[in-house]
């Protein structure tokens, strides 16, 4: 026989209720955080983490509950990371282990795991990842993929436990819309023709328990957007769909409320402190203005 439901139960939802903003750049380089309630309610900044303020770095989810930060500039590249605990409490810096970037971008995979890739090490464009086991040990350097290397692209989550790499500039591809797969173990495809407008400087997370979303970005020239892409829940990447919102670069994004996301701060000419919420069916709502420091170069996960 099938379980029997009382009328008024809910279904629970797969993922994580909080996240959280962290570092990034306003005046000047900051590590100030900003939590993000199971509503989607931005709090004021928190007291700065012992640690580096940077910009330009990347996070993830790991263990299911809990996040980390990793790589950034704050100066010249670096491999630092610093933990986030699942009640949304960051650590102080552990010297990090992989090529020190900045520009990359972060996913969780796995259902417990996460995964670093790409970037820019002062220098050159990579395409070197490093896993994140579920204890949140980063591993040294994998091997670049067959593909595109670049920086400046974004990542998120599909289909419960793998994930996607897309978008971004570099390598000699100049702005691309491309992506690369992650399969469950952690595995980085080559690289997949691109849909939609080829651009940089974005940002992307998972919504709907198993789809993702990339928004805003830079597709050359100063030409900023807010348009987005969705991610089905088979990693198949929707063409465009017409930007809400103040068009933006160097945002991040997290999901809140198990199966919704938001899209935070970033640069419209100025840093701002905008947010866009994204419901449950990947339908981005229109800014808000938001709470705490006004930056970009931030990055942000779930936690909880």
């Known amino acids: 026989m099938f379980p029997i439901i009382p009328a008024n139960s809910v279904a629970a939802v797969s993922g994580n209720q909080e996240g959280i903003f962290g570092f990034g750049q306003g005046d000047s380089a900051t590590a100030i955080t900003n939590l993000v309630s199971n509503a989607g309610v931005v709090a004021s900044d928190q007291a700065t983490v012992t640690g580096n303020a940077r910009g330009e770095l990347a996070a993830c989810e790991y263990g299911g ?16 990371t610093n933990l986030v605990s699942n009640t949304g409490v960051v650590a102080s810096d552990v010297t990090g282990v992989g090529t020190a970037r900045y520009a990359l971008a972060a996913c969780s995979y796995g259902e417990d ?33 067959t593909g595109s290397i670049r920086g400046y692209l974004a990542a998120c989550e599909y289909g419960d436990d793998e994930a996607i790499f897309g978008f971004g500039i570099g390598g000699g591809v100049g702005r691309t819309s491309i992506t690369n797969l992650v399969s469950n173990a952690g595995v980085v495809a080559s690289d997949t023709a691109g849909v939609g407008t080829g651009r940089d400087s974005l940002a992307a997370c998972s919504y709907g328990g198993d789809k993702g979303i ?59 402190d905008e947010t866009n919420l994204v419901s449950n069916t990947g339908v981005v709502a229109s800014a808000i203005t938001g709470v705490g420091t006004a930056r970009w170069t931030l990055a942000a996960c779930s936690f909880n």
């Open 65 to 80: 509950d809990k996040g980390i930060f990793v790589f950034g500039h704050d100066g010249s590249p670096t491999d630092e």
């Open 113 to 145: 795991k996460g995964i670093f890739g790409f970037g820019y090490t002062g220098s050159s464009y990579t395409a070197v990842t490093n896993l994140v086991s579920n204890a949140g040990v980063v591993a040294s350097d994998q091997a670049a993929v």
């Open 214 to 272: 990339f928004g805003f970005g830079d597709k050359g020239g100063v030409s900023y957007q807010s348009l987005t892409n969705l991610v089905s829940n088979a990693g198949v990447v929707a063409s465009d769909t017409a930007g809400v919102g103040t068009a933006r670069i160097r945002v991040a994004a997290t999901q809140y409320g198990g199966d919704k996301a938001i899209f935070g701060f970033g640069y419209d000419g100025s840093p701002t």
